[in-house]
């Protein structure tokens, strides 16, 4: 295989997962009775442009369907740090009604509805059917489609260029991450702004964080990499900033490289020296990865075995993708948890792909008041925790297994 972002060779391994299906692929009682198809997890590192990337196994129409089952909305916290950002955004660069924001990956419209609230001209762009049905509902604009170059001309020649465009949490799902870039610079304005949200390599590794890998996310990224990509693609990064979402991500902002007129703030520079001292374009930054992620493997599952062993109920929160990543490399099944609880309406009473686990709602958790409640989407512990706080009534603890596995 060679490097999507520069065609090198790609010799060096930096992760393998084994066989996993996908893991947005809920699953009905019918699908039980039918085989699942697998496809292999293995993540390689280019050691010329150090992009950290999958395999290329599996087509991004059979990963985003039709049937596609992630809706943002379904989190209160996620709805919050999109206001904030929409209101961040629009005062800094001053967008308003004259002007035009497009999102990509616009999802069930959890951001657009708040430019639509400050009554700001906006369209999304969405793929997945079942996302873009909810985001028309509520009033916004959907273009049903994977975005593309020719889809970008396509909208420049019907006068339909952005002021602001934002790309939040989708530069990982692209498999082709040139023609991405170039289609955002297409789409752009002279003088607009892109925004690109992603979770942060240098987090990854230090956190253990493997369950972000999973075969929806093509690419792992650092600020350094993504810095040369832009580049060579037109467009040109003017600022950075460091989140807590997803474990800790990057927000980007990027111009047009050949008109774009803002300054390159200091916190570029500072972060691109933080990643160089990590090592990041060091081969033996990569190396260990892969015996840490198994520490983490085995420590939980003696966990779950222990708890068996003593006759704890064990059940899970969140049939989140990450979940699920983590849950079939560890090979647990519902001899070990017994069911997964998730607030999504499209999740319930549906299994978990690979594990076959159960995915209930949460008056399945009331009822049985387990022992143990292992918090799948670990992002999200601290609005988790807050809803769940009722388990402590019967002496339900929660349970981590990110960075090492532990219980409170």
């Known amino acids: 295989m060679k490097c999507r972002h520069c065609d090198s060779l790609l010799e060096h391994t930096f992760l393998d997962l084994g066989f996993a299906p996908p893991s947005n692929a809920y699953l009905s009682a019918e699908d039980l009775t039918r085989p699942e198809i697998t496809y292999p997890l293995k993540i390689k590192v280019c050691e010329l442009c150090w992009l950290v990337q999958t395999e290329d196994c599996i087509n991004t129409e059979e990963l985003f369907n039709h049937d596609y089952a992630y809706f943002s909305s379904c989190s209160q916290s996620w709805l919050k740090h999109a206001k904030t950002y929409v209101d961040k955004v629009t005062e ?10 497009v999102e990509i990956a616009a999802n069930d419209g959890y951001l657009l509805q708040y430019i639509k609230e400050k009554n700001i001209p906006c369209y999304g762009i969405e793929p997945t059917r079942s996302t873009g049905l909810a985001a028309k509902k509520k009033g916004i604009e959907i273009i049903e489609s994977f975005f593309s170059k020719q889809i970008a001309l396509k909208l420049k020649q019907h006068g339909r260029q952005a002021d602001l465009l934002i790309a939040n949490n989708v530069l990982a ?16 304005k002279s003088d607009g702004v892109a925004t690109f949200e992603f979770p942060h390599l240098l987090n990854l590794v230090k956190y253990n964080q493997f369950d972000t890998i999973y075969h929806e996310h093509f690419s792992y990224l650092s600020l350094t990499t993504i810095q040369n990509i832009f580049e060579k693609n037109g467009l040109s990064l003017f600022d950075v900033e460091e989140l807590p979402t997803h474990g800790g991500s990057l927000r980007t902002y990027v111009q047009l490289k050949d008109s774009g007129q803002r300054h390159i703030c200091q916190s570029v520079t500072l972060l691109l020296l933080r990643e160089n001292s990590e090592g990041i374009t060091s081969l ?18 003696k966990f779950l075995i222990r708890a068996n062993k003593v006759g704890k109920t064990v059940v899970g929160y969140g049939a989140a993708a990450k979940g699920n990543t983590f849950l079939n490399y560890a090979g647990v099944g519902s001899d070990l948890l017994e069911f997964v609880v998730d607030r999504n309406p499209a999740k319930q009473y549906k299994f978990l792909p690979g594990s076959h686990i159960a995915i209930l709602n949460e008056e399945k958790l009331k009822q049985t008041q387990p022992d143990y409640v292992v918090i799948l989407p670990w992002n999200l512990r601290t609005e988790i925790i807050e809803q769940l706080s009722y388990i402590r009534n019967w002496g339900g603890r929660f349970v981590i297994a990110f960075p090492t596995s532990h219980s409170w």
């Open 284 to 301: 033996d930054y990569y190396t260990g990865f892969q015996e840490k992620v198994n520490q983490v493997k085995n420590d939980f599952l």
């Open 173 to 188: 799902h692209v498999p082709d991450i040139n023609d991405f870039v170039k289609s955002v610079a297409i789409l752009l």
């Open 92 to 101: 800094r660069f001053n967008i308003n009604k004259k002007n035009t924001v």
